[in-house]
């Protein structure tokens, strides 16, 4: 079984700072995927970026990067240089890598609001 | 990254009556499409996989009755909610999935959600 916490349901931020979503997770998969994920208010979820169990270095994406930190089954999201549009809810989540099924697990998310 | 489109994005129907909400893949080939159930505030809940061609996997809890899902196509998945009553009301977001990325990234690909409201 996989579980994901995320322990801030808000954070405030000023734009044009940098965040840290906090993301841990469990799981007792060897090979596995975890994923961030941007909700606004309008509903859609919008991927944002991965990262695999094996890659051996952070992925980034733009202003967004994961600090994996796997010996601490942790996967913080950063936001650099925060824009007004980045206010929305965040998901953390991860799936087990191989095979057929490729269901998500989701974490409870963290309310972002970006103030000016 | 791919594109998903979720028709319709808001839907009010009477108590009885059956809803069809549709999920399509424009640019990309979904062997794999996911049904969510989102509440207010809260996180996803999987309702339910459908793999092209083969009946859906439902999760434990969700009445595959009521909720009837179709994946004909390699880009188009259905979910009707039949007999809605106001229990039913709730935010319905979909998913899609290629299945061949040789990365075994599989990148789940959102449509907009439908916002489903039944009187």
């Known amino acids: 079984a996989q579980k994901i916490t995320q322990t801030q349901p808000g954070m405030f931020v000023q734009e044009k700072e940098a965040v840290t979503l906090d993301c841990t997770y469990d799981?007792?998969?060897?090979?596995?995927?975890l994923f961030w994920y941007k909700q606004p208010s309008s509903g859609e979820m919008i991927f944002l970026i991965y990262q695999g169990s094996y890659d051996e270095q952070n992925a980034t994406e733009g202003r967004y990067s994961l600090n994996f930190q796997k010996a601490r089954k942790s996967a913080n999201l950063v936001i650099s240089a925060s824009q007004l549009g980045d206010s929305a809810m965040y998901f953390c989540a991860m799936r087990a890598l191989g095979g057929s099924n490729y269901k998500l697990t989701f974490g409870k998310g963290t309310l972002l609001t970006v103030n000016p | 990254g791919a594109v998903v489109s979720q028709h319709p994005s808001r839907v009010i129907c009477k108590s009885g009556t059956s809803v069809k909400i549709e999920c399509r893949s424009l640019d990309f080939q979904a062997t794999t499409m996911f049904w969510y159930r989102q509440f207010p505030k809260q996180s996803l809940m999987l309702m339910a996989t459908?793999?092209?061609?083969?009946?859906?996997?439902?999760e434990q809890g969700v009445e595959k009755d009521k909720f009837l899902i179709n994946h004909a196509s390699l880009t188009l998945s259905t979910l009707t909610v039949t007999s809605a009553h106001p229990e039913d009301s709730s935010f319905y977001i979909c998913?899609?999935?290629?299945?061949?990325?040789?990365?075994?990234?599989?990148?789940?690909?959102f449509g907009a959600g439908t916002r489903l409201s039944v009187l």
């Open positions: 459908s793999n092209e061609g083969s009946k859906a996997t439902y």
């Open positions: 998913s899609a999935s290629s299945g061949q990325d040789f990365l075994a990234k599989n990148i789940q690909y």
């Open positions: 799981t007792s998969d060897q090979s596995y995927g």
